[in-house]
């Protein structure tokens, strides 16, 4: 599963109506069977490109639920929790993500849904995390 898509890109009109097309399409799959992860991880980055950050958390929690050991799960929830402001949530999400073997340290240093959290100060116990893992990756 790959990370969210930028949700601050611009989209055309045209593109806007063609992701509305697919939010359309894939809750119809997602109303036959709630447990689709496939269908629910498109769902949820689709939403969050959209801006309706509401809906991509509750699809990113349905999917902690149904994935618990996912490393990429956890982090696209610690994303969604940073793009509603809730940090102590964001936080423990990305840790989670990290004991789970989230890795993408580039990433996550410029993935603009962290960007709120990143400038949270809670943020500084998980760069500290992430110095001691990747101090342990290189050993």
């Keep these: 599963m790959p990370a969210k898509k ?3 890109s611009k989209l055309t009109h045209t593109e806007q109506r ?3 097309t697919k939010i359309e399409f894939i809750e119809g799959l997602v109303r036959r069977d709630s447990n689709y992860v496939d269908a629910l991880q498109l769902l949820g980055d689709h939403y ?4 309706r950050y509401t809906d991509g958390l509750q699809v990113d929690e349905r999917l902690a639920r ?3 050991q996912n490393p990429l799960v956890f982090y696209n929830l610690a994303c969604s929790y940073s793009l509603t402001d809730e940090f102590d ?3 423990s999400a990305l840790d989670r993500a990290l004991a789970l073997g989230y890795r993408d340290f580039k990433w996550l240093a410029k993935d603009p849904d962290m960007k709120k959290l990143r400038a949270h100060p809670a943020f500084q116990e998980i760069k500290e995390k992430i110095r001691r893992l ?3 990756d290189r050993d």
């Design 6 to 8: 930028n949700s601050k």
């Design 18 to 20: 063609d992701l509305d």
């Design 48 to 51: 969050t490109q959209r801006g």
């Design 66 to 68: 149904l994935e618990p």
């Design 89 to 91: 949530r964001a936080i």
């Design 134 to 136: 990747n101090k342990l």
